[in-house]
């Protein structure tokens, strides 16, 4: 019976978000009209561009653009889409704009991936000069357009996407438009190589990029409305597996046709941080913003939660006090304030549907007060959603005021606690092997496509293997809250045991795991899985061990020289309760979310099967080579 009443709840959750869609495509249908028209750049290209117009014209609209890479279909004048994500906003009335950016799908010119931001494009060009442009002056030049040609709009433009068009909304940031009023950047695509999806710290996250770009990547010779198809001859439903037998990455392009994807062969040249990936990160120019900015994003985005954390931040930085700059960040997927409910993530749940709540109480009142003058604006710095707790908390400043960084040691047979240690009778290190051959995965179960739900994913599977290291608290007494940004902060040396010349450097990569460790009393099940014991990943990362000390000048490591890493994790916000514990995990590889590393100083681009080497790690744990994490511990109750 219990099976039964979840296939049936299951079918009435599919029938009402059907029901939904279909009340939201026909009120678009009923209420607006679609005009389709391609909008001029300043040298000569022309954009595709579908414009929704609410058809009672007897008042004033604003205008809400969103740019894509993705396509603004349906296209023709009377295809209007299925579903519309946000129908509070389409209820109260705006003129919603889709442009399928430069190069992509109807729009004319020639597609670059993170188009680099030009600031010489903003200067009016001179006769006889070639006319520079760039994701901002094509901003810029569309809400010209628009403003002298969209009907019934009021004169105010606003920017929102998600993801790449984030990306894209933070140009609109730059492009200087006085009637860009209110931008929006939602989990924006802002560092490829720091730390949104294809790299983080230096390491190739494997699985999304060759999934993404097999299909993604392809050239579009000229403008057209289809989507490419990606990578499909897996001939297995294990991504593990399929990956493993892959090999080293330049097999790719032998095997599985990459050689053919522009931006892939992009990345396998450029494998440090260079000048070509420095000017693809809009971070440096967020300088004298004029427009109203509300960056959001998710806690456990797997794609651009550092993104949305980091745009934030550099506005934050590079700004004089009388900017309006604001961040929430909820309890979501990537995108997932928009495409899911916001109450749960695989086995855990968030008591209560969180992306409505931010839809009308945030999102709605950002951009009615900013583009119509309507309301109060009454929202704080930082709407930030708290995990394990379960509840909204506000902040006049992110990180919080009232944070103290706590520095808690690695110890003995796997304790943490905040005393480091010195007695002799504690361990002073702990080693593993980490085998290339057989890399520790990222999460346990079997599947083909990389999942959402790892981010907070069961960790029990990892505790148990050798080539993990797992450290944890007693069971708390009180609640301890962390908020803001942890860091990682390691001892390590390695050595191969002879298995690279002897002359080699040696290179590894760490991952450190911030965990949440359930009672064992819990009797709670959660699809099929016992709660009690449940070691829920709250914040993981990876971080390539030759950028130890520079993104842009990686270092091999001499075999048993203690090194120092030391790095960042995303922010988070997560009180660990009472009873629960605390747990961090330390290992070396995280398959295949991350590629391989072949634990030898080559260039991994580059590197054969034959490459790959296993190690030995040693974590230390005294003294002044006492590993651990530091947490930045809230102190406001």
């Given amino acids: 019976m219990k099976h039964i009443m979840l296939f049936l709840g299951a079918l009435l959750l599919a029938s009402n978000l059907a029901a939904q869609d279909d009340a939201s495509a026909t009120y678009i249908r009923d209420h607006f009209t679609k005009r389709e028209v391609m909008i001029p750049m300043r040298d000569g290209a022309r954009l595709f561009t579908a414009i929704y117009t609410p058809k ?242 998710g806690l456990f985005d797997a794609e651009d939660c550092w993104g949305a954390w980091n745009t934030y931040k550099s506005i934050e930085n590079q700004n004089v006090a009388s900017y309006s700059n604001r961040i929430v960040m909820g309890p979501w997927v990537h995108g997932g304030w928009h495409r899911t409910t916001g109450e749960r993530l695989g086995n855990v749940a968030f008591g209560a549907p969180t992306s409505a709540w931010f839809q009308q109480e945030i999102e709605q009142k950002f951009f009615d007060y900013y583009l119509k003058g309507a309301g109060e604006m009454n929202l704080s710095e930082a709407t930030i959603f708290e995990t394990g707790s379960n509840r909204w908390k506000t902040y006049n400043t992110w990180p919080p005021r009232g944070i103290a960084p706590q520095k808690w040691y690695f110890q003995g047979n796997g304790a943490l606690t905040t005393q480091v240690s010195n007695q002799e009778s504690d361990m002073p290190a702990r080693t593993y092997t980490s085998d290339p051959a057989h890399p520790v995965p990222y999460t346990e179960d079997v599947h083909l496509r990389r999942t959402r739900e790892y981010m907070t994913d069961d960790q029990r599977f990892a505790a148990r293997r050798t080539d993990v290291l797992a450290y944890e608290t007693p069971s708390l007494s009180k609640a301890v809250t962390v908020a803001g940004t942890v860091v990682a902060d390691l001892w390590i040396s390695i050595d191969d045991e002879g298995a690279a010349p002897a002359n080699a450097l040696l290179d590894v990569d760490m991952v450190v795991k911030i965990i949440d460790v359930f009672p064992d009393t819990l009797s709670a099940v959660s699809n099929n899985v016992p709660l009690g014991g449940y070691q829920m990943l709250v914040r993981g990362e990876i971080f390539r061990g030759r950028y130890r000390n520079s993104f842009e000048q990686p270092e091999g490591f001499e075999r048993n020289d203690v090194s120092h890493v030391r790095f960042e994790l995303p922010d988070i916000s997560h009180t660990f309760l009472p009873g629960h514990k605390m747990m961090v995990q330390v290992q070396s590889s995280w398959f295949p979310l991350a590629d391989r590393n072949p634990q030898q100083f080559v260039n991994i681009y580059e590197a054969s099967d034959e490459d790959f080497i296993p190690i030995k790690v040693t974590v230390y744990q005294q003294g002044n080579t006492a590993s651990g994490v530091v947490l930045p511990v809230l102190n406001d109750e």
């Avoid at 490419?228 to 597996?241: I, K, L, R, S, V």
């Avoid at 046709?257 to 967020?286: C, E, Q, V």
């Fill in 56 to 297: 009672d014209l007897s008042m004033k609209y604003p205008v809400l653009i969103t740019r894509t890479p993705y396509s603004c279909s349906p296209y023709g004048a009377d295809a209007f889409p299925e579903s519309f994500k946000n129908m509070n906003l389409a209820r109260s009335g705006y003129i919603f704009v889709f442009q399928d950016v430069r190069g992509a799908y109807m729009s004319e010119g020639d597609f670059e991936d993170v188009r680099p931001f030009n600031p010489a494009a903003a200067v009016k060009p001179k006769a006889g000069v070639k006319v520079a442009t760039d994701e901002s002056t094509d901003t810029y030049d569309t809400v010209d357009w628009l403003l002298k040609n969209a009907n019934g709009n009021n004169g105010k433009i606003g920017v929102v996407g998600t993801s790449y068009p984030g990306f894209y909304a933070t140009m609109a940031i730059l492009a200087g438009h006085p009637a860009i009023k209110a931008v929006s950047p939602q989990a924006p695509v802002t560092d490829w190589f720091v730390g949104d999806d294809f790299h983080h710290n230096g390491a190739f996250m494997l699985m999304d990029a060759f999934s993404f770009y097999s299909g993604f990547g392809k050239p579009r010779p000229k403008p057209t409305m289809q989507d490419a198809n990606g990578f499909e001859n897996w001939n297995t439903p294990d991504n593990y597996d399929f990956f493993l037998r892959a090999g080293a990455l330049p097999n790719y392009a032998k095997k599985y046709g990459m050689k053919n994807i522009p931006f892939w062969n992009d990345l396998m040249s450029h494998p440090d941080y260079d000048a070509w990936w420095k000017a693809r990160t809009p971070r440096p120019y967020l300088k004298n913003t004029m427009p109203a900015v509300l960056t959001v994003g």
